[in-house]
């Protein structure tokens, strides 16, 4: 497929691009940001994502959403990031969704109406130290009559604090490491034995240290099937890790615009910094980083709705590639910006601190530029 966007995917793109600059922009996530809000983002305005479709993009037609695939999910990731826009977009409406068009109809027709409404928020309890390993999961599901009980914790579940489902990774049987034995679930936060301790990340947004002793739930909350969550958990990382670096490339883009806008107006010895080819060369280096970044990120997103066997291959490059461009992006930002580049009074500081979270979600740039070795058999 051509790596650029259809006439519907740039109708989208154009009503996102509007909405966020209109609803949730930067501006808006300062104030929100002030306001020290314990979830770290607006139910209001998911309720607009709502209104918008945005939250069913990838819910079927037959089932109340949009029927639409990893690309258009991109796309308005990408303005989500451009503009800062803090939602449970990436967690609820991409990974979540996916997570659960894995699993039987029963779980959802339970979850899809909170979702398409904008009444309901899922979180990721995926991992269980301070950096992204799901090969190590081996938070304990033990057989308890009709159903099983969790024993463990996961930490940095993003708006694990404000969620009311948790998508969780448990191990029925095998050990950590192993690839069958894992079992993913749908558990709501009011279960007796789970409880959250919700800590502020880098770029204000909310996560949870979530512990489960004995929570018991009934089989209906497997999703999949038990002992063979690998394959579920693939597809949930994959729409995740896709997902996280279309955003991360919005943060990229949205962090170049605002210094190339910043360097066209600041002087030096009385001559617009824009005009010293030292700096040209700088941001041209930075546009083709950019650009590169784009074409993966789109490639990986056409290959995992295409169903290909080599797409979570690509979806580890994208992740790779969007990650670095955007690191350099954000640098370059804060450099040319001067020392005040550092300070939050200047909007480029805040792309830098997401720039950081978003690194870590998911797997940062060298773990997945270790998967791609791994993959080609090094």
Same mark, same amino acid.
Request: net charge negative; charged share 25%.
């Given at each position: 497929?051509?790596?650029?966007?259809?006439?519907?995917?740039?109708?989208?793109?154009?009503?996102?691009?509007?909405?966020?600059?209109?609803?949730?922009?930067?501006?808006?996530?300062?104030?929100?940001?002030?306001?020290?809000?314990?979830?770290?983002?607006?139910?209001?305005?998911?309720?607009?994502?709502?209104?918008?479709?945005?939250?069913?993009?990838?819910?079927?037609?037959?089932?109340?959403?949009?029927?639409?695939?990893?690309?258009?999910?991109?796309?308005?990731?990408?303005?989500?990031?451009?503009?800062?826009?803090?939602?449970?977009?990436?967690?609820?409406?991409?990974?979540?969704?996916?997570?659960?068009?894995?699993?039987?109809?029963?779980?959802?027709?339970?979850?899809?109406?909170?979702?398409?409404?904008?009444?309901?928020?899922?979180?990721?309890?995926?991992?269980?130290?301070?950096?992204?390993?799901?090969?190590?999961?081996?938070?304990?599901?033990?057989?308890?009559?009709? @159903?099983?009980? $969790?024993?463990?914790?996961?930490?940095?579940?993003?708006? /694990?604090?404000? &969620?009311? %489902? +948790?998508? =969780?990774? !448990?191990?029925?049987?095998?050990?950590?490491?192993?690839?069958?034995?894992?079992?993913?679930?749908?558990?709501?936060?009011?279960?007796?034995?789970?409880?959250?301790?919700?800590?502020?990340?880098?770029?204000?947004?909310?996560?949870?240290?979530?512990?489960?002793?004995?929570?018991?739930?009934?089989?209906?909350?497997?999703?999949?099937?038990?002992?063979?969550? @690998?394959?579920? $958990?693939?597809?949930?990382?994959?729409?995740?890790?896709? /997902?996280?670096? &279309?955003? %991360? +490339?919005? =943060?990229? !883009?949205?962090?170049?615009?605002?210094?190339?806008?910043?360097?066209?107006?600041?002087?030096?010895?009385?001559?617009?910094?824009?005009?010293?080819?030292?700096?040209?060369?700088?941001?041209?280096?930075?546009y083709s980083e950019m650009e590169i970044a784009r074409a993966t990120v789109l490639k990986a997103q056409q290959m995992l709705d295409e169903g290909s066997s080599k797409a979570e291959l690509m979806v580890s490059v994208a992740k790779a590639k969007a990650g670095r461009a955007t690191a350099l992006s954000v640098k370059e930002g804060v450099q040319m910006h001067g020392g005040v580049g550092m300070t939050d009074e200047y909007d480029i500081g805040l792309?830098?601190?997401?720039?950081?979270?978003?690194?870590?979600?998911?797997?940062?740039?060298?773990?997945?530029?270790?998967?791609?070795?791994?993959?080609?058999?090094?």
């Amino acid at each position: 497929m051509p790596l650029y966007l259809n006439d519907d995917q740039k109708m989208l793109q154009d009503s996102a691009a509007d909405f966020m600059r209109g609803e949730g922009d930067v501006a808006h996530f300062r104030e929100f940001r002030d306001k020290n809000c314990k979830d770290g983002f607006s139910h209001d305005l998911w309720k607009k994502f709502a209104e918008m479709g945005f939250t069913g993009i990838m819910v079927s037609e037959d089932e109340g959403g949009l029927g639409l695939g990893h690309v258009e999910a991109g796309v308005v990731l990408e303005e989500i990031g451009r503009n800062l826009t803090p939602s449970p977009f990436l967690t609820t409406a991409v990974a979540g969704v996916e997570a659960l068009n894995a699993g039987g109809k029963a779980l959802r027709d339970k979850y899809f109406p909170g979702i398409l409404s904008g009444d309901s928020v899922l979180a990721l309890a995926i991992d269980e130290g301070a950096k992204h390993r799901p090969d190590q999961i081996s938070m304990a599901a033990t057989r308890e009559g009709n @159903g099983f009980k $969790l024993d463990g914790k996961k930490q940095f579940v993003v708006q /694990g604090g404000s &969620a009311d %489902t +948790l998508i =969780v990774a !448990a191990r029925t049987s095998g050990s950590a490491g192993e690839d069958k034995g894992l079992t993913l679930f749908a558990v709501d936060t009011n279960a007796a034995g789970l409880s959250r301790n919700s800590v502020r990340l880098v770029d204000s947004a909310m996560a949870a240290h979530v512990e489960f002793d004995g929570v018991v739930v009934d089989a209906d909350a497997v999703i999949g099937e038990v002992d063979e969550g @690998g394959t579920v $958990l693939k597809r949930l990382l994959n729409a995740g890790r896709a /997902g996280s670096a &279309a955003e %991360t +490339l919005g =943060v990229g !883009a949205g962090a170049m615009d605002i210094t190339v806008d910043y360097i066209k107006g600041r002087k030096q010895f009385d001559k617009i910094i824009a005009t010293f080819q030292s700096l040209q060369h700088r941001v041209s280096h930075l546009y083709s980083e950019m650009e590169i970044a784009r074409a993966t990120v789109l490639k990986a997103q056409q290959m995992l709705d295409e169903g290909s066997s080599k797409a979570e291959l690509m979806v580890s490059v994208a992740k790779a590639k969007a990650g670095r461009a955007t690191a350099l992006s954000v640098k370059e930002g804060v450099q040319m910006h001067g020392g005040v580049g550092m300070t939050d009074e200047y909007d480029i500081g805040l792309y830098m601190k997401r720039d950081r979270a978003l690194a870590e979600f998911m797997g940062d740039a060298n773990y997945h530029t270790n998967l791609v070795a791994e993959m080609h058999g090094y």
